[in-house]
């Protein structure tokens, strides 16, 4: 806006007969291209930080409490989110069966795809 206030100004008192066209100015069109570029790149930064934000909330809801590595007496990482080590073997357990699952449905799925039969004893 600085350069077409400039350009403006300057062709003014070139028409009013004022000052010569001697003077360097920015090009207008090249300033133009600048800003664009400016703004695409803010626009990819802010698009990026939308997604790491987006990534880290997904990961804090779906990412298990810590285990404490030591009690909390005893100056470990005893912190207010962790889990006691009894609460934590079953949240294990339901991510292990949760991997089977999805395991045997991408088995299934390529078996129907190729054609071929389950192997025997099942998944």
Known sequence: ??????????NSNIDNGQKSADGALQRFDKSLEEFYALCDQLELCLRLAHECLSQSFDSAKHAPALVPAAPKGEGGAGGGE???YTQYLPLIKAQIAGAKDIHNALLEGTNKITGRL???GGP
Do not use: D, Y
Not at 1 to 10: D, F, R, Y
């Open 82 to 84: 962790s889990l006691p």
């Open 1 to 10: 806006m600085k350069v077409a206030a400039q350009n403006l100004v300057q």
């Open 118 to 120: 389950p192997p025997p």
